[in-house]
């Protein structure tokens, strides 16, 4: 197992892919903090009017397009923690984890190079587990840099007035690590029914925004309690973001693992069963 | 007696309603060269899936060296394999793609790398990328992956194909030579048996996902050879004339109906005037000697 992790970093270090990824997650976190705007980038903004309300007014007041130096200005009066509002938009980070999915396991599927390895002394579960270990490995650095990078760089450049403590950026990362993972295991477990980096992509990519569709469909066709919706991806991320209760915490923390035996078992066990083409 | 290396038992694989293979059994010995014959689609990819564990089998049973299909992936570790065509990460070189797999399989003496490639003729195109390869470059790299790790066995999958003139020859040499010195059993397959007869040791026809023939190299040869065929319904009477009247040996039994007669090649006359004489009914008296190619449709057409 520890031979198909490293023989996967060998590689994934040679490519360009993670880089880029890295270079985009750096690129939305500089500019998110230039502009004191969480969650700049992505499908998923905080909300201003979640954050920081006298700012939003403020941003009304003026109208118009404002530039990135002068939205800066605007927050400049209204402080407020920066660092944990950026984490609550984390929700970003899926295109970062399709990204590490992609490379890692789809890659294998869609170059046949999947072969080369199934047919050697690697087991199928071998190869399964090494594989989702990988992606949540290298996923979890990508979600440590920016989480405490943002902390320490927004520290260094927007001062106190704009950061909450390490505890709270510590607590927000172990409150969504249990989710993401769930994610990542459901998009490895996407990644080895489909078996083909082309429909892996097609299908990942707007999944969550499918979820999301579906699940306010549901609301309205079964007229259920919105309450559901704070159990979504990206609405549990930024809730834990944003001072939960314990039992919130500790119901997402379960959807989490729900997530990642539900997802693995089904991964799992199409894998074993499938054809390698 | 020798050590099996490949032993399958009913093997059979059935995808809804088509069966690709169809109660397979086949013996591989250590230090055999097995050639696995057959058109496209007749089950020769889907047997060496099958062993490589690639697919699932429907029925039936394998064993590689006495071990269990069940329990193969330790043993998997004594198997090289390059089934289809052989497939790489397209921007890392050749040397990295090898690499990739050494730490994978746990390989400390990364030599074992530049051995591979050298043994393929790869080691001046060793840093460029697998992108960049041709047909036949990479069809040697997937050759070099099965030998990595010294396999005792190895599986080859249509290997030459794409390859030019020289490169069939340098590998052909290359099979033997592993063959020869370092003792790897091979099983190899193609769809043109005088391709797999400068190579193989046994052979093995295959159509429609069945087992048509299994014949060794000396047997192949006897059935191609030039001869006379004596067609009569009196074979056991007749092997004695051609024993006693003509003092000739030189013959084999291929059925009730049917002798081979490898000698008085220009004298089938004579042939036929004895027997006449010794009152064996002669049906028909015939020289034949056929091509491999043609051996090879023979077979087929009498399972069509």
Known sequence: MFNIIKSDLYRILRGKAIYIAFLVMVVMSGLSMYELSPGYLGASSAGLEQINEDALEDVYRLGGELSLSEIRKIYEKHPYEFDKEFLAANANLYYIFIVMVAIIIAADFSKRTIKNTVSSAVSRKKYYYSKLICCILICSIFVLINNYGTYFVNKLVNGENFSSSLGTITRVTLYQLPIMYGIISLLVCVSVVVKKGSAFNAISIPLLMAFQLLITLFLRVLKMKATILNYEYQTALGKLARNPENDYIVKCVLLGIFYIVIFNIIGYYSFKRAEIK | ?304
């Open chain 2, 1 to 304: 007696m020798k050590e099996i290396v490949l032993k399958t038992n009913g093997l059979t694989k059935r995808y809804k309603d088509f069966t690709a293979l169809d109660h397979v059994d086949i013996t591989v010995e250590k230090g055999d060269i097995y050639g696995l014959i057959g058109r496209n689609g007749a089950g020769k990819t889907t047997l060496m899936k099958l062993i490589t564990t690639l697919t699932n089998k429907s029925d039936g049973e394998f064993e590689l060296f006495n071990t269990g299909d069940s329990n193969l992936t330790e043993t998997k570790r004594r198997i090289g394999c390059l089934i289809e065509n052989s497939a790489f990460f397209p921007n890392m070189s050749a040397y990295s793609n090898l690499k990739y797999y050494a730490i994978q399989k746990g390989i400390v003496n990364l030599n074992q790398i530049d051995e591979a490639l050298e043994l393929v003729d790869l080691a001046d195109c060793k840093k460029k990328k697998f992108k960049n390869f041709s047909l036949g470059m990479k069809q040697r790299l997937g050759i070099a992956l099965a030998l990595m790790d010294n396999p005792d066995f190895i599986i080859l999958d249509e290997p030459i194909n794409g390859l030019d003139p020289i490169g069939i020859s340098q590998l052909r040499d290359t099979f033997k030579m592993l063959n020869e010195k370092k003792g790897i059993t091979i099983l190899i397959s193609s769809h043109i048996l005088s391709e797999l007869y400068t190579v193989a040791t046994k052979f093995c026809i295959l159509e429609k996902g069945r087992v048509v023939k299994e014949l060794t190299k000396e047997e192949l040869d006897v059935e191609c050879s030039r001869c006379i065929s004596i067609k009569t319904d009196d074979v056991k009477n007749a092997a004695v004339v051609l024993e006693k009247e003509l003092k000739t040996t030189n013959y084999t039994v291929v059925d009730n109906r049917e002798i081979r007669l490898y000698d008085y090649l220009d004298n089938a006359g004579k042939v036929n005037k004895t027997l006449a004489k010794n009152d064996i009914n002669v049906m028909s008296i015939a020289e034949t000697g056929i091509s491999l190619e043609d051996y090879f449709k023979t077979v087929i057409e009498e399972v069509r």
